[in-house]
DNA sequence: CGTTACCTGAAA
DNA sequence: TTTCAGGTAACG
């Protein structure tokens, strides 16, 4: 369920939140420590509590928590995994599987009555299929380092890096799968990469080394800006997805051809296709994104 | 590389 | 009843 926009905007709503606060007590529902932790829950409580959270930070669809010691708390929600902002009094979440409670009081949110402040809050996990994973890592830079690539959203994240993501080795995948790699490049899923290869008017199928040189240039482009777009509509919320607060992003609204099977491309007309594609269901028009024209064998 | 497994639904 | 789901790791 998130990609990078979505992950980025709860980062966004839930470090001021958290930055300073120190956590009193971490609670996980025994049916799914095993699936959320490597570590049993009385190590997670040892590494978590009494902890002060110095910042919330994002790699891809990563979200990592620093903690005072200088290690961090790697959080992946993988598909329904929620981390949502709840007064300690507040009604346990749809499928609530752990909760971090964290002091009442920091030096860096001053109250304002609602949402932050005095009161004491819960960080409340709920994952619907128990796919998120919570690790606490010594080298957060390394562990996410051998996993990522660059960011696609960075500034330095020029032309170059992107053609070198694209055509390092093996480019003979599809460009679907080769965007949907994190270790080429980080925070893409789904949604962003049928979105990114429509606005660039390239099949999602195409191999990665059938790109035109032109083409390549307009995906680096799309790339980069269908995910600003995800950020600045705060995240797609098909079905799962919601924000640091519990709130539904508007990006869904949004989408050219992603779930829109059979229905008119906004720009053609012609009915949206549905294949399957890297393994993922996959979203073109198919004459805004045409076929690459089969080379005549003579 | 593509396929399968992980888990629990919702929708067709 | 069957298929599909925004992700990734493991398998062949």
């Keep these: 369920m998130p990609e990078l926009p979505e992950v980025e905007t709860i980062r966004r709503d839930l470090a001021p939140l958290v930055a300073g606060r120190r956590i009193e007590a971490v609670e996980v529902d025994p049916g799914t420590i095993h699936l959320l932790s490597d570590l049993s829950l009385g190590d997670l409580r ?18 990592l928590f620093e903690l005072d010691d200088g290690q961090a708390l790697v959080v992946h929600l993988r598909m ?24 009442a009081s920091s030096p860096l949110s001053l109250d ?20 998120g994973t919570w690790r606490v890592v010594g080298d957060p830079e390394a562990y996410l380092a051998k996993r990522l690539g660059p960011e696609p959203i960075d500034a330095a994240f020029s032309f170059a890096a992107f053609r070198a993501a694209v055509q390092g080795r093996s480019a003979s995948m599809s460009i679907k799968a080769v965007l949907l790699d994190q270790r080429r490049m980080a925070g893409l899923g789904n949604i962003y990469v049928d979105e990114a290869l429509f606005a660039a008017r390239i099949r999602p199928a195409t191999p990665a080394n ?37 709130n539904q992003g508007s990006q869904h609204m949004h989408v050219q051809v ?12 012609t009915p949206i296709s549905r294949t399957v594609v890297a393994g993922r269901g996959t979203h073109f028009c198919p004459r805004c994104q045409p076929a690459r024209r089969r080379r005549h064998e003579d």
């Design 80 to 103: 329904t995994g929620r981390l949502v902002w709840r007064a300690a009094d507040a009604p346990p979440e749809p499928y609530e599987r752990a909760r971090i409670v964290l002091d």
């Design 46 to 63: 040892s590494a978590l509590v009494g902890r002060r959270i110095e910042s919330l930070g994002r790699r891809g669809k990563y979200l």
């Design 210 to 246: 059938g790109v035109s040189a032109q083409a390549l240039k307009r995906l680096w482009e799309a790339t980069r800006r269908v995910l600003e777009q995800g950020i600045e509509n705060r995240g797609a919320s098909f079905k799962d997805y919601v924000d640091g607060q519990g």
């Design 112 to 131: 304002e009555g609602e949402g932050s402040g005095v009161r004491v809050h819960h960080l409340r996990w709920s994952d619907l299929r128990k796919f």
């Design 258 to 269: 992603f779930r829109r099977t059979g229905k008119p491309c906004y720009a053609c007309g």
